[in-house]
């Protein structure tokens, strides 16, 4: 897999998950500081020193109720994404799903070595955060990230349904069967599910400033059209995409 060379303007699924697909979200402080980091890191420009972007708190009910309450604007929670400086960005983060023991990430690369830099810096500062918030020590991934090359239109129009849909799995694993048999709950679901880019490409701001949607936007539609063509992909399930279901 690390024999594959990174290329400028090609686009990669890249994707990882928990050593010993243990959980690397254990709660919505997590996702949050996650989702920054890939804001944060995805610049060639050094980062603010990580204690400065943002502090380290033990987990307590307390801090699951103050975000539950400030849970309808939670990109104003990140701090530095509203921040007028110029990034020279490592790639183009065009959509993402966190999942509770791995993560999927669509990246168009913009500069050599982009894709690797950006995963290098995230993996190890929110490596870096997870151990200290939790006490603990060593490896949080396992090994080094996965990725493959999107080598076709087809390829590249189903990944965005593929990979926004994995957080049915939470709620509505039968879709990986097709067997959904309440599509209309499914997209309820993937409307609410705020750790992913879904919202933000059906027209809800959840965290705009984290991706950079106008290349798949051109694909897949404006976001009504995006909407109705992933009901339809959930009725009509298609055979054709690559599914990498069995490393999760």
Known sequence: ???????????????????????????????????????????SNIAIPSNARFQV???????????????????????????KRKRKLLGEITVFCLMPNHFHLL????????????MQK?????????????????HLFQGKFKAEQVESEAHL?????????????????????????????AMKFLETYRWSSFQDYVGK????????REFIQKLVGNEEEYKKETCRWLKERKTDLRDVSKFE
């Not at 307590?60 to 929670?77: D, G, H, I, Y």
């Not at 993996?123 to 020590?137: A, D, L, M, P, V």
């Open 1 to 43: 897999m690390r024999k594959l060379k990174f290329t400028n303007g090609e686009i990669y699924h890249v994707y990882n998950r928990g050593i010993d697909k243990k959980q690397i979200f254990l709660n919505p402080q997590d996702h949050l500081r996650f989702i920054h980091d890939m804001f944060e890191f995805n610049d």
């Open 157 to 185: 129009l189903h990944l965005p349904y593929y990979i926004h849909l994995n957080s049915l799995d939470l709620a509505h694993p039968e879709w990986r069967n097709k067997e959904m048999e309440n599509p209309k709950a």
């Open 122 to 138: 995230i993996g190890t500062g929110y490596t870096n955060y997870f151990n200290t918030k939790y006490e603990r020590s060593g």
């Open 57 to 83: 708190q033990k987990p307590s009910t307390a801090n699951e109720e103050v975000l539950r309450k400030k849970f309808q604007n939670l990109e104003a929670e990140l701090p530095n994404t509203n921040i």
């Open 205 to 212: 701001k959840n965290f705009p400033s984290v991706t950079q």
């Open 107 to 118: 990246i168009k690369q913009r500069q050599e070595n982009g894709i690797s830099r950006f």
